[in-house]
Each structure stands twice: as C-alpha cells, then as structure tokens.
C-alpha cells in the first residue's frame, strides 16, 4: 500500500517553482528524479526537495499542474503542509506576477513585505 500523497496545486510554471523554492531558501534537486517514501517507495518528480530524515518532497507535473508528493506522515519541515503550501502558493503567485510584468516592460518600483504576510508590489513602465 502507498502511502504517498498527491496534493493538487494552481502551479503550472516549472522555473516560477524553482525560484519560489530557492527565494524560501530550500535546497532542491531537478528531475526527474525519485521521491523516497516509506519502506523505499519511490515516486518521480520534476523537482525534489530531501529532508534530513530521508523522505523527500516533490512536485511532480500530472499533465495540468505541478502536485505535492510526499508521505506526510514523515513530514519534517518548519512549516505544516498546509502553510508550506501556502507560503508556495504565494512565492509562485509573486514570481508569476514579475515574471509576466517583465516580459511586458515594467518593472518593480516598490515591493513590501506586510505585517500581515501579504506582499504589496508596485511595478512601472516609463514610455517615450
């Protein structure tokens, strides 16, 4: 029996991922490349982060969307799944956000952690 789990996101950008995860300041491997789960189970991702317990967690691409695999049971990190998703979500979302508004000529003037974990973000383009 599997005990892996698959957690449907709103990612679809491989790269917007990666800086998200190395902005969070996580170490991550590109794949493909295995998951480790209980009694050596393995699963394949695009991108894999290792724990220090042996059990890692991936984002594997399921033909629409980048999912979390992982078995939660060995969860090992900071944050609950929940708010690590969460905190991905957002870091994707912002990444996202510059990543289009670059490509369209503007660029940040201003962005602002808020107290409350948002960000704020202004962003410019001058014309001639």
Same mark, same amino acid.
């Given at each position: 029996?599997?005990?892996?789990?698959?957690?449907?996101?709103?990612?679809?950008?491989?790269?917007?991922?990666?800086?998200?995860?190395?902005?969070?300041?996580?170490?991550?491997?590109?794949?493909?490349?295995?998951?480790?789960?209980?009694?050596?189970?393995?699963?394949?991702?695009?991108?894999?982060?290792?724990?220090?317990?042996?059990?890692?967690?991936?984002?594997?691409?399921?033909?629409?969307?980048?999912?979390?695999?992982?078995?939660? $049971?060995?969860?090992? =990190?900071?944050?609950?799944?929940? +708010?690590?998703? /969460?905190? #991905?979500? @957002?870091?994707?979302?912002?990444?996202?956000?510059?990543?289009?508004?670059?490509?369209?000529?503007? $660029?940040?003037?201003? =962005?602002?952690?808020?107290?409350? +974990?948002?960000? /704020?973000? #202004?962003? @410019?383009?001058?014309?001639?």
């Amino acid at each position: 029996m599997s005990h892996f789990s698959n957690i449907k996101t709103q990612i679809r950008n491989l790269s917007s991922l990666k800086a998200t995860l190395t902005d969070m300041g996580m170490d991550w491997k590109e794949g493909p490349i295995s998951v480790r789960g209980y009694q050596g189970q393995t699963r394949m991702a695009e991108v894999v982060v290792e724990q220090k317990n042996n059990y890692d967690i991936g984002f594997s691409w399921n033909g629409h969307e980048y999912e979390l695999v992982a078995d939660l $049971q060995y969860w090992q =990190q900071p944050l609950s799944v929940e +708010g690590f998703l /969460r905190k #991905v979500t @957002q870091g994707y979302a912002l990444q996202t956000v510059l990543s289009e508004s670059s490509k369209q000529g503007f $660029q940040v003037s201003e =962005q602002q952690k808020n107290t409350d +974990g948002s960000i /704020r973000l #202004v962003v @410019q383009r001058w014309s001639a």
